[in-house]
């Protein structure tokens, strides 16, 4: 991973048209600010992770192992 | 039965719930967005197991716990704007079981072992049924928490 050391009011740019502002840093986090084209999904990553795990989770019931192991419950 | 409607499943059939059982999901949850509405199961030879079955899609059924039951020391993190969501008191972290209700998603794996999320538990306003999927923004609990001996518990 690529470490930058940036301070308030600074940005990176990724690629040609991305540019990523620290706006502030206090002992709450940093503020950024980004600017990106408009069809660039920008998302936190804990939300990516959670979509991930729940489309797991939506399919845990499908599996065949746990349909069989809900059968010997049901029974 | 009197007051109660029928909701179409795809692992247990047709079944019949009461209105006030459904959690309410305003803004879905991830990945599932329009899925608002999702009615608890319990079966005692499944306890401390949940069923969460959407009611408008019969083929999706979560598999949940109670976050108590996977992790016993769990400290809630449900941000402001999250407990506004909810009408709960913003200043402060709700009480479990009285105030909330929390769940945790599972997710089996091959080898039937299987992962709770716990960064992101399933909240539920116990007095309106609202609930929503709060994220936390910390980093203090794995989202693949691992939950052991799962087939045991659930068998």
Redesign the interface.
């Known amino acids: 991973m690529l470490v930058l050391r940036r301070r308030a009011g600074e940005s990176v740019l990724i690629g040609d048209d991305i540019e990523i502002e620290i706006l502030a840093i206090s002992s709450q986090g940093a503020k950024i600010g980004i600017r990106a084209p408009r069809e660039t999904v920008i998302l936190?990553k804990?939300?990516k992770?959670?979509?991930?795990?729940?489309?797991?989770?939506?399919q845990?019931?499908?599996?065949k192992?746990?349909e069989r192991?809900?059968e010997?419950?049901r029974a | 039965m009197r007051g109660m409607a029928q909701v179409e499943t795809h692992?247990f059939g047709t079944m019949a719930y009461r209105e006030d059982s459904v959690f309410d999901f305003p803004d879905g949850?991830?990945?599932?967005v329009h899925e608002k509405r999702f009615i608890p199961i319990e079966s005692p030879?499944?306890s401390p197991l949940l069923?969460l079955q959407s009611m408008t899609r019969p083929?999706?059924?979560?598999?949940a716990l109670p976050i108590q039951v996977v992790a016993p020391e769990y400290r809630l993190g449900i941000c402001r704007e999250d407990l506004v969501a909810l009408d709960l008191a913003a200043d402060r972290q709700p009480e479990l079981a009285t105030e909330v209700a929390v769940l945790v998603?599972?997710?089996?794996?091959d080898g039937?072992s299987a992962t709770a999320?716990l960064?992101?538990p399933i909240v539920v306003n116990l007095k309106t049924r609202r609930a929503l999927?709060a994220?936390?923004?910390d980093s203090v609990y794995s989202?693949?928490h691992p939950v052991p001996r799962f087939?045991e518990q659930?068998?």
């Not at chain 1, 845990?60 to 599996?63: E, F, I, R, S």
């Not at chain 2, 998603?105 to 794996?109: A, E, P, Q, T």
Request: net charge positive.
């Open positions: 936190r804990e939300l992770l959670t979509q991930q795990q729940n489309e797991a989770a939506g845990t019931l499908a599996k192992d746990f192991a809900l010997k419950l | 692992y949850l991830p990945a599932f030879q499944h069923f083929s999706l059924c979560f598999l998603l599972l997710s089996v794996h039937l999320n960064m992101a999927q994220i936390r923004q989202h693949q087939m659930a068998c």
